[in-house]
């Protein structure tokens, strides 16, 4: 598979893109991505405004403040639709940084296609599902306690790029606590770190649109929990996109994987609800 990907995007880790935890933010691996994605589109002759409905993202390493990085790309057969498959990696020594999935609302052109590469795979998601599909309804979300943001009117244009925005965007909801760093059982200074994550798009609202978003806890290990997060239009009622996300307990200082301490297992609890899985 290597052997068929080529460059479709460079860039340099720049200070704005370092976030809390030390490391450039998981976003800036994505538009670095979509930057492939509009690159591919360009050499098909696909117009760069097609779609991007599904996107999965494994991340490999993490990358600091000044790496050069490239995105390194091809076409793969996922058994539906226009699939993109890259690899963003460090410039200077070839150390992979995350892996790429997109799907677009396109037929797949009469090109050669690969295989998903094994490290390129989901780990712990399923891209055989419909998040979107089997989300649950709004009332059965209210139900459950599950806001994590208060109604709020979407101000500007949304693009796939900026699509996540809609889960943790705007004003949190009363019982939503979003301190970034808490403290560990040991003093040490503790973060989550993204593994793994997948957007599923059914449509992306246009300004003035009432929104909400929701999540839940859909499986808890000792290190890592799996969260799936929904915005909906409140007008029509409908879920707009779906997030899954998949977070490992990470100590900052030290860097590197830590045990998920009890009372944050406790909180977990509080909101696990595994029969919202995606089906």
Do not use: C
């Not at 969260?227 to 860097?255: H, P």
Request: glycine share 6%; hydrophobic share 40%; aromatic share 6%.
């Amino acid at each position: 598979m290597s052997a068929q990907l080529h460059v479709t995007h460079t860039s340099h880790v720049t200070e704005d893109q370092i976030d809390h935890l030390g490391h450039m933010n998981v976003r800036f691996y994505g538009l670095n991505a979509v930057a492939g994605t509009h690159t591919i589109l360009e050499e098909l002759g696909v117009p760069v405004g097609t779609p991007i409905v599904d996107l999965h993202t494994r991340h490999h390493h993490e990358q600091m403040l000044g790496a050069a990085l490239e995105v390194r790309s091809g076409l793969v057969d996922v058994g539906r639709g226009l699939a993109i498959y890259h690899e963003l990696r460090n410039a200077a020594d070839d150390d992979l940084a995350a892996t790429f999935v997109h799907v677009l609302d396109h037929p797949r052109p009469e090109a050669p296609a690969a295989a998903i590469p094994e490290h390129g795979r989901p780990r712990s998601l399923d891209l055989a599902t419909d998040p979107v599909g089997s989300a649950p309804t709004l009332d059965v979300l209210r139900s459950l306690g599950l806001e994590t943001a208060a109604p709020r009117v979407v101000d500007e244009a949304v693009t796939v790029a900026t699509a996540a925005a809609l889960i943790w965007g705007g004003p949190p909801s009363e019982d939503e606590v979003r301190d970034w760093i808490q403290q560990g059982p040991n003093g040490e200074r503790m973060g989550w770190a993204t593994m793994e994550s997948r957007l599923r798009v059914n449509r992306l609202p246009s300004s003035g649109t009432r929104v909400q978003s929701f999540a839940a806890t859909t499986a808890i290990e000792r290190k890592t929990t799996r969260t799936t997060m929904w915005a909906y239009d409140l007008d029509e009622g409908d879920v707009l996109i779906a997030f899954e996300v998949v977070n490992l307990a990470f100590d900052i200082d030290a860097r590197r994987s830590m045990l998920i301490p009890d009372d944050y297992l406790a909180a977990e609890q509080q909101r696990f609800h595994p029969e919202l899985l995606p089906q």
